[in-house]
C-alpha cells in the first residue's frame, strides 16, 4: 500500500503552468535574490539578469549549496532534523533535500521549522493524507499554505493563529485578510519578532541572547524564533523565563539520555511533547500535575489551555500585595437593593407583563412582605426565566400596599387580599385562586437563576415526584440550603450549608425531605389536597418550620411520592432568620407531633450522624462504586456509567469515588465526568485519605461497597480495615471484569502469537498479587464463562459472571449499512489492540480494497481517546479520518456492516463485542469468539481479508449473525439485571428507566 506516490517538481519562472503546483514548490526569485545575493555573487561572479537565469542557477549550483528556493522549504533545517537525507546527498543520491523532498519526502515529512506534517492530521483530524490528495494537494504543508491558514488550521504550538493576531492588534500592525497569518509571520519584517505562542518568548529570548540579534542582522536567520528551533546547539538555549533546558535536562536523565540519542531534538522538545502533560517540572521548584496517560496525545485545546502556560502568563505580573477583607453579608444585600433601584425606571417604562391567554402552564404564589424591592427582585427574574403562560398570585394585606406599588411595574397579577397573617394560611387563600397544573411557592426575595425553573419543571416528569427543592444560595453565593432533612425528634437540618454552589456534596439529584425556604415546585392537585393544620401547624412562626410544613404536608397527602433537590433549581435567596433555641426545640416538637407517620423511619439527629442524615438508607439502598482515576476531561467509563443506571433502577443510592493519586478540593472547580453520569449518583474523587475522611462522615452510611478491580482492592484493603466499624460487615463486591495481569500479558504478545511459558509465568505472578485480597468480599464478578474458568484456575471460587448491559440499538437494514469499524482500545502505546490495527491496515486492509462493492472504509471508533498512533493510522489509504470516528461506538456500530475485533485473549475485547452486537453488528474476529460472528484462527492476512470479504458482501449469513447477535446481548442484559438485582438482595428490576 503506497501513501501519497506522486513526485513533485519545483515551479519556475519559464516553465510551463501546471494544474496546481504546491508553493512550497515554486521558486521565489524576488526572495531568493534578497537572501543568497552574496553567495551567489562567491559562486558565479555575478548575479544573473534576469529571474529566468536565477531559477537556472538555483537548479544548477544553488540547490546543491544548501539554497532553499523559497521561504516555505527550509533546506538547511531539513538536512539538519533528517539526517538520512543529509546522508544521501553525501553520497550523491540526491542533489539536495529539496530533491528528496520532492520525491519521498513530501509523503510524511516536515520541510519547515515552523510547521508538523504529522501534527497537522492529528491536530485536525477531520483531514487525512488521502483525503488530500483526492482534493487535488500533495500533502498537508501544500494544504495548509493554500487553504488551512486562512481556515485558523494549527500544527505546531510555537504558531498559534489568536496569539499572533493579539501581537499584531498590540503592535498597531494592521490585519491582512488576503494573506494567511502563517504567511504573514514568515514573510512580514515587522512580524517575525512578534510572539506567536506562549512557549517562546522572543523578546526575553533577545535580552538573553543578544548573540541572536546579529545573526538575525547577517540574514542567517530570520526571527528569534527560528534561530531557537534551527540553531545547531540546541540544548544551549531555553525558549522562555518559565522553562531552564539545563535544569530539565540534569532532573530528568531519562529525557537527557533520549535527547542524546536523537529521540527529541531538546529537553524543552520533551516537555512540550511529552514532559508537560506527564507532570514533569518545567524548572526548579515548579510543580505541575499530570494529565494524560501514557500513549496519549495532547489536544489543541490540552496545548493552548495548561498549568504551564497559566504559569508563564502569570511571570512578570506583579500581584500587589493587599489584603481584601470579605464584605459582610449586609453589604452584598446592599448591592443587590441597589441593583433593584436602577432597574426602576427601565420597569416604570416597559413593566413586567405577566398576561396570558387560556389555562396557564405555571402559577406562582408569593406572600407580599419585607417592602416592593424583593418583590421587584423576585417578579424580574420570574419574567425572565418563564417558560410559558404563568401565573403570578400576588398575597397581601388589607391595605394593599405592595399591591398598589407593584402595579406601577408589572402587568398581569392576580392579587389576593387577607387579612391572615400566618405565612401557611395566606398560602392557603391564595391556593384557591390556583389554575395552572404546577405551582411554585417563592417567597419575595428570592432570584431565580436563568433556566432554574425549566430544569425544575422538568423533574416533575418523573414518576412519583410531586415537589422539586431548590439549591437556595446566599447573597455571598454559597449554600445556605441544599434540601432540608428532618430528623426523627423533628429537628430540621439544611444540608451543605456554606459549601460551594454545585460542589461535589450538593452537584447532584436526591430525594429530601422538604424545603426550609426560597422555594418550592409542586403540582397542584397535591397542594390543594393538603388540609390546614389549624391546630398546632397554625402557632408556627418560624418562616424555617413553616416551610418545612408545607413541603412534609404533601408528602403525607401523597406517601409514595417524593421531593427531589434540583441543583439546577437555583436560587439566591436573602440571609434566614435563624429562631432562637428554645423556639427550635418547641416548634420541633409541633412537626414530630404533625408528622410522626412520616419521621418515624428518619435517622436521629446525633452529631455523628449529621451527613447520614441526608444519605439515610429510607431512600434505598446505599451503594459506594470504588474506582480508579480516568483522565481530566475524559468521560467516565462506560462499565461505570451502565452499573450506575442499573443499581439507580433497583432503587439504590450510588456515590461513585474516584481515587486519585493526590489530595485536591472538592469544591465546584473539580472537574465532574458529569454528562456521563446519572443526575442522581454522587461523584467524589481525591486521595486514600479524602476517601477515609468521607467513610468517617458517613458513619454506617454504606449499606454496599462494590470495587472495581483488584488493585483498587488493594489500595484501600488497609483503610477498609481500619475504618472497619464504620462500613458494613456484608455486602462487599469485587468487580473483576478487567483484570490487569491479563491485559499485560495480551498486550506482550504480538498478532497471531499465544504467550510464552515465561509470560504466562509472569502473568500467574501478577495475578496473585492482583487478587490477593479477594478472599475479603462476599461477591466476586467476572465478566464471561471464559474468564471465569481463568480465575478458576488460578485458585479463586464461587465467581459469578454478570457480564455487561448495553442498551439496545436498532441499527441500518444490511444495504444501508456502510464500511468497517475498529473500536481503537482505550490504552494506547504498546497496547495489543494498537499493534492488531496496524497489522489489520497494513497487512489485510490491501487484500480487501478493490474486491468489495462500494470501496468501504475503516472507521476507527476513538471517541475521547487522544493518540498519536491513531492518527498516524489515518495517513493509509482507505483509513476514515479520526474525527469520523469521534462518536459514540453504539451509533457507529448502528452504521457500519461489519466489526473487526482482535484474537481475543482472557475476554480482552468482549466488552466492544457485546456492545456492537447490541446494535446488530457481527465480527470477524480470530480466536475464540465472544459473540457471533466470523472465527479466523489462526490469525492469518489471507484468511482474515477472505473472511471480512464474505461477511460484508454475503446479506444471507449477515443477516444471520446480526439476528444471532441481538439476540445474545437481549440475553445478555437480561442476566446482568438478574444478576445486580440479586446481588443487591432485590427481586428484580424495573426495565423501564434502562430501555
Known sequence: MTLISDIVCAYGPGDEPKAHTPLWAVFDPDWYRWRYQASIIEIAGSLPEDDRGLYAFWQRDGARHAHAPNRYFDEMWYRRVHPDVENGIRMGVFDSGFQHYCETGHRGR???????????????????????????????????????????????????????????????????????????????PDARALRSSWYFDPSWYLETYPEVAEKIASREFASPLHHYLSNDAPTVFSPNPCFDESWYLEAYPDVHDLVRLRGFRNGYDHFVRNGLFEGRSPSEGVSLPATMRAGEAPSWGALSQNAFLEHVRRLGQEVPKTTVETP??????????????????????????????????????????????????TLASLHEGNTGAMQVILIDDEA????????????????????????????????????????????????????????????????????VAPQCLGPDLRVIEAGLSVSRDGTCLAHAVGAEAFSAETDFLRPCDTVGGGALLCRTEILQAVPMKEDEGGSLRSILHVWAVLGLSL????????????????????????????????????LRRLFSDLLRGNPYKGAALRDTVHRSARWGRRVLVLMGEWPVGRECPARIRTLS????????????????????????????PGSSLPETVEYRSGSIEQLGGLIERRMRGFDHVWICGGQI????????????????????????????????????????????????????????????????????????NAQKQGLQEAGLVDLTVLGDWHAPLAGRRYEARRNLLFAAPSATGQSYGLRFLKWFVRDVFPRIEGRVDGAPRLIIGCDGLQSIDLSMMTHYHGVAPLLDGRHPLPSLAAECRVLIVPDDMDGAVASPCSLAAASALPSVQGGMLAQPGVDVSPVVADRFAEAV????????AWQQLSDEASAGAAASNARYRETLARLMGQEQVRESTLD
Not at 413586567?352 to 419585607?370: H, Q, T
Not at 490487569?740 to 505472578?765: I, Y
Open 110 to 188: 516536515s520541510c519547515h521549522w515552523l510547521f508538523s506534517e504529522s501534527n497537522y492530521f492529528w491536530l485536525n483530524q477531520d483531514l487525512t493524507p488521502a483525503l488530500l490528495r483526492e482534493m487535488g494537494y500533495s500533502n498537508g504543508f501544500d494544504h495548509y499554505l493554500a487553504v488551512g491558514q486562512s481556515e485558523r488550521r494549527v500544527s505546531s504550538c510555537f504558531f498559534s493563529p489568536d496569539v499572533f493576531r493579539s501581537s499584531l492588534v498590540q503592535q498597531r500592525l494592521p490585519l491582512d485578510s488576503g494573506m494567511g497569518d502563517f504567511s504573514r509571520m514568515i514573510d512580514d
Open 328 to 377: 459582610h453579608l449586609t453589604q452584598y444585600e446592599q448591592l443587590h437593593a441597589a441593583k433593584v433601584e436602577a432597574m426602576l425606571p427601565l420597569l416604570a417604562r416597559t413593566p413586567l407583563d405577566f398576561r396570558y391567554v387560556g389555562r396557564p402552564e405555571l402559577s406562582v404564589l408569593i406572600s407580599a412582605r419585607g417592602g416592593v424591592q424583593p418583590l421587584l427582585t
Open 400 to 467: 394593599g400596599t405592595h399591591s398598589a406599588e407593584i402595579a406601577r411595574y408589572t402587568q398581569g397579577i392576580d392579587r389576593v387580599i387577607t387579612s391572615e397573617d400566618m405565612l401557611s394560611r395566606r398560602w392557603q387563600r391564595g391556593g384557591a385562586r390556583i389554575l395552572a397544573p404546577v405551582t411554585l411557592v417563592i417567597e419575595p426575595g428570592a432570584h431565580l437563576y436563568y433556566g432554574a425553573l425549566a430544569s425544575a419543571m422538568s423533574r416533575l416528569d418523573a414518576h412519583g415526584i410531586i415537589g
Open 555 to 590: 408528602r403525607q397527602a401523597k406517601p409514595e411520592g417524593r421531593i427531589l433537590y434540583d441543583p439546577s433549581f437555583l436560587l439566591r435567596v436573602t440571609t434566614p432568620d435563624d429562631p432562637a433555641a428554645h423556639r427550635r426545640d418547641e416548634e420541633a416538637l409541633v
Open 645 to 672: 443506571d442499573v443499581l439507580i433502577d433497583t432503587g439504590a443510592q450510588v456515590t461513585v469515588f474516584s481515587l486519585t493519586g493526590q489530595t485536591h478540593s472538592q469544591g465546584a472547580g473539580q472537574d465532574r
Open 713 to 784: 482492592l488493594n489500595r484501600v484493603f488497609p483503610l477498609i480495615n481500619e475504618k472497619g466499624a464504620l462500613l458494613p460487615e456484608e455486602g462487599f463486591t469485587l468487580d473483576l471484569r478487567d483484570i490487569e495481569a491479563f491485559g499485560l500479558l495480551n498486550d506482550r504478545r504480538q498478532v497471531g502469537d499465544r504467550p510464552s511459558e515465561q509470560d504466562k509465568a509472569l502473568c500467574a505472578e501478577q495475578l496473585a498479587d492482583e487478587l490477593r485480597n479477594a478472599w475479603f468480599c462476599q461477591n466476586v464478578v467476572v465478566r464471561d
Open 949 to 956: 470479504i464474505r461477511l460484508y458482501q454475503d446479506e444471507s
